[in-house]
């Protein structure tokens, strides 16, 4: 069964181009690395919620959209490699250096798929 990394993060409104930049150019590192999927998703409705919600979990300010991404892999063992080799490649690091969005409000995961149908 394949492994899910999840991701979720707050990014201006105005840097949508850039962001969309970005994920482009990160998304063949990733499947250099061993993804067989990069999926990047805007935004459209995204609810307030009453005790939690997608804008609270990443503190999105005003003007920001939140963006909802996820990695593909075809096993845990796989990912795990992947982010060993990315963690040294001059050219995530670089792409690090030149996020759209405040990074330090990000977050994410791994998964295990329970229902894929």
């Not at 990014?11 to 998304?27: F, L, Q, S, T």
């Not at 792409?95 to 295990?112: H, L, T, Y």
């Amino acid at each position: 069964m394949n492994y899910v990394d999840g991701f979720v993060a707050a990014v201006p409104a105005a840097n949508r181009e850039e962001y969309r930049k970005h994920a482009a150019g990160a998304a063949p590192l990733f499947k250099e690395y061993g993804a067989t999927r990069v999926v990047e998703c805007w935004g459209d409705d995204v609810p307030d919620g009453k005790i939690t919600d997608f804008r609270g979990a990443v503190k999105a300010e005003e003007g920001e959209v939140v963006v909802f991404a996820w990695i593909e892999y075809p096993s845990k063992e796989v990912r795990d490699a992947a982010y060993r080799k990315m963690e040294a490649d001059p050219r995530m690091k670089e792409m690090g250096e030149r996020m759209p969005f405040d990074a330090k409000r990000m977050i994410f995961g791994g998964f295990a798929p329970l229902l894929d149908v």
